[in-house]
């Protein structure tokens, strides 16, 4: 098993350019989570599926989109990157029916925004 | 809502030397607690966790937490540290947001060196 990936490792972008960053999960789990972490900040949630077919509202989501394309993949979309995207994205998911508080991460996406 | 503090943003110790990591939460329920490891350049590892039971609980790598629900804290220790164990540990609480998903709020991180 691969767990969680997630695509591109690294990406520049230039302000009001968009982008889509992509995760995949082979575990079977339900529910999905998009978290951007920054220097000093921890990990702060952007939007969530706690299941195929439902999203919502995380913490910090203005900026951001998200699809759930299916049960394994969960997008991040950024319509019109702002230097203030810059950060690293990581993506992460749990099991709804058993263990559901413990997310599993990925590797992430450094995101620089210029 | 939920939070989460850890007091210590850098702890430098002596490899062998005993660690404590400090965690205190905000939650007006009882909380699901977890501490996560994450390497350079690297994503996030569960080391452990707290559900219910048991407030002293084992996890990976020799690191173990105790959930002090008095002084609502969840503090990290292990008895004698290695130099692979530098990096960064974030505590967190988890909350159920709704068909079986739980949402984590994260401390800001504790960056852990070790001296030879």
């Known amino acids: 098993n691969a767990g969680v990936t997630q695509t591109p490792k690294f990406q520049v972008l230039k302000t009001g350019q968009s982008m889509t960053l992509q995760c995949a999960q082979d575990?079977?789990?339900?529910?999905m989570y998009w978290y951007r972490q920054d220097p000093g900040m921890g990990l702060r949630l952007i939007y969530y599926?706690?299941?195929?077919?439902?999203?919502d509202k995380g913490e910090v989501p203005n900026g951001y989109n998200v699809s759930r394309l299916n049960k394994r993949e969960f997008s991040l979309r950024l319509e019109s990157a702002a230097p203030s995207q810059t950060s690293v994205y990581f993506c992460a998911s749990s099991d709804s029916l058993a263990g559901a508080e413990t997310q599993y991460f990925g590797p992430g996406t450094r995101l620089l925004v210029l | 809502a939920q939070s989460v503090t850890q007091p210590d943003i850098h702890i430098t110790v002596s490899e062998g030397a005993s660690l404590e990591l400090r965690c205190n939460y905000s939650?007006?329920?009882?909380?699901?607690l977890f501490w996560y490891v994450q390497s350079p350049g690297q994503g996030l590892q569960l080391l452990l966790k707290y559900f219910s039971g048991d407030t002293l609980v084992q996890g990976i790598k020799g690191f173990e937490a105790e959930f002090k629900r008095s002084q609502s804290s969840f503090n990290l220790r292990k008895p004698s540290v290695h130099w692979s164990d530098a990096a960064e540990y974030f505590c967190?609480?988890?909350?159920?947001?709704?068909?079986?998903?739980?949402?984590?709020?994260f401390g800001k991180g504790t960056k852990l060196s070790v001296i030879p």
């Open positions: 575990m079977n789990h339900n529910s």
């Open positions: 599926s706690a299941s195929e077919g439902t999203t």
């Open positions: 939650y007006g329920a009882t909380p699901y």
């Open positions: 967190a609480v988890g909350v159920p947001s709704g068909a079986g998903s739980y949402q984590l709020t």
